[in-house]
């Protein structure tokens, strides 16, 4: 099976900060990499496909890179609503998804 | 509009069998390369995914819960179910149904979300 990690686990910015969020897989994934946002008691919201395809109607300060094992979400001017918990997602038709075990990104 | 509602028991016993119902409206599970899948999240814990189907009846499961989990489609009522067996106060969680579109090249993640559904174990 394919792990996911990531780091921090928790992260204290300010808004206007440049934020960067890490995820590793455990063996190569190739681009199949997507980033999610969620607020407490609200469903994921899909920011970031294949690794760094923006998702229709998500603000261009988010942006995703990285492929093989090694990816990066960056929050280029973090604004009051970004303040929530950031999840990386493995997913391929044949293997099915793994998440990553979350960032939250808090006001410092 | 594509959206998404789960619905099923709020409250189940240890050692019952959990059956969740997905509806959604927006697509078909007729069309190629869609799918519906499952992901729980306990309270204040990280995302979980359960299990996937296909518009062509394939099935993915998450190999930890494979033996628990069974997941299927019924395209005339626009409806994906998911049922777990043995449920454990360690599966109390808020479930969740999702959409994956059919993506050219490859695969694709889950895009539109429901609200989700708590369920709670406890005797």
């Known amino acids: 099976d394919i792990q996911m990690t990531q780091s921090p686990s928790t992260l204290s910015a300010s808004v206007g900060d440049r934020v960067t969020i890490t995820c590793r897989a455990s063996q190569s994934i190739s681009m199949w990499l997507a980033w999610y946002q969620q607020k407490p008691g609200r469903a994921p919201k899909l920011l970031i496909y294949k690794a760094s395809s923006l998702e229709s109607g998500v603000p261009s300060r988010f942006s995703g890179s990285g492929s093989g094992t090694e990816f990066t979400l960056t929050i280029t001017s973090l604004q009051p609503d970004d303040f929530a918990t950031y999840y990386c997602q493995y997913y391929n038709y044949n293997w099915g998804v793994t998440f990553g075990p979350g960032t939250r990104v808090d006001i410092k | 509009q594509i959206t998404l509602m789960e619905s099923g028991p709020t409250l189940v016993k240890p050692t019952q069998t959990l059956t969740l119902t997905c509806t959604f409206s927006?697509?078909?599970?007729?069309?190629?390369?869609?799918?519906v899948g499952w992901v729980r999240q306990p309270p204040g814990k990280a995302l979980e995914w359960l299990a996937l189907?296909?518009?062509?009846?394939?099935?993915r499961y998450s190999p930890s819960l494979e033996s628990r989990l069974t997941i299927t489609k019924d395209t005339s009522r626009n409806q994906v179910v998911l049922t777990v067996t043995n449920m454990d106060p360690v599966d109390t969680a808020t479930y969740y149904c999702a959409h994956e579109p059919f993506c050219i090249g490859g695969s694709c993640p889950l895009d539109f979300w429901g609200q989700g559904i708590l369920v709670t174990v406890s005797s």
């Open positions: 189907i296909y518009w062509n009846d394939e099935k």
């Open positions: 927006g697509f078909s599970l007729n069309a190629r390369g869609v799918g």
